[in-house]
């Protein structure tokens, strides 16, 4: 039975223009019930409609509420340092190899938490430019207008993060490769594999057989959004297995690619979130250097 998140369902984009579509509420009701998840319908059903649509301004709500939520726990969860334990090594080794500029884009942003929390502490560098993307305009516009009051020096953008006018040296992202099917990984993989990039850096949910539970448990005690709870749950339930992620990652045929600890070395109560790598062979030697000790975490595919 299939496993579905109410945020990817409650709002539609047209792929080619990225207009927003309008959401028919029964449609979206009907496919959780067919899916046997009627405490998701039953979240659904409670989103005010405008006409037989839900309505784009209550959905853009709930989605910023859920994702202010999910920043709560990032912070709990050290995302950011997270992020900065990998980054400061491969942009070492970008630097070192003479890649310029160096330009972070985080695909898929949300509200940019990760992006305003490195701009904050300025842990990668002000020579490192940051920028955060998301389809989603609701979204964009929240990270925008928290980086300009918190004066952060980075920017968001609202649209594909592999259609900006220049290409990323670094791509991230947090949380969001379980939102693909494992037969599309290899293509979102291989779009990173274009000349100016020089390395990726994702971080998903460690797939664990406790990863559900573990979920379960935490959402039920920090999370109050019901739409986060359940969603929450339903992405430890749809991760990646590692043998996944590596085989997918390959396809960026270009770089070397690695899990950073992945499930087999972890402790299964504590491995909640762990990155898939990949970074052109020629930086390789200095990003293990920079790792120093850790690099025995790099674990490449089989
Ligand atoms: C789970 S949410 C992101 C959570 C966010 N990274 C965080 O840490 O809170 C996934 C997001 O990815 C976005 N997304 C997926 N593919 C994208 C792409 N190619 N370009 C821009 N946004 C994308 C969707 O619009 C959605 O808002």
Known sequence: MAVLEISDLVVSWDPATRQRLPVVKADVVARLRAAADARAARIVERIPTDGPNLDDAAVDRLLVRAHTELQRLGEELHMAQRFAEMLVPVLAAARDGGVHPLRVVDIGCGLG??????????????????????FNPALVGEA?????????????????????????????????????PADALGTFFRAQDRPATAAFVHYDIAATRLAPLGAWIYH???????????????????????????????????????????????????AAMR????????????????LGRRAKGLVGPR
């Open 113 to 134: 938490y990760v992006v305003r929390a490195l701009a904050s502490s300025g842990v990668l560098g002000p020579d490192v430019e940051l920028i955060g993307v998301d």
């Open 144 to 180: 925008q207008r928290l980086a300009v009051e918190e004066r952060l020096p980075c920017r968001f953008v609202c649209g594909d993060a592999f259609a900006l006018d220049e290409d990323a040296t670094l791509y991230l992202s947090n949380g969001v490769l379980h939102h693909f």
């Open 220 to 270: 039920r005690a920090r999370m109050r959004e019901p739409l986060g709870r359940h969603d929450g749950v339903a992405s430890a339930r749809r991760a990646h297995g590692d043998d996944v992620l590596l085989a997918a990652a390959a396809q960026a045929s270009g770089m070397e690619t690695f899990l950073f600890e992945p499930t087999r070395h972890a402790n299964p109560f504590c």
């Open 275 to 290: 990155p898939v790598i990949g970074i052109r062979p020629a930086l390789t030697a200095r990003f293990r250097a920079e």
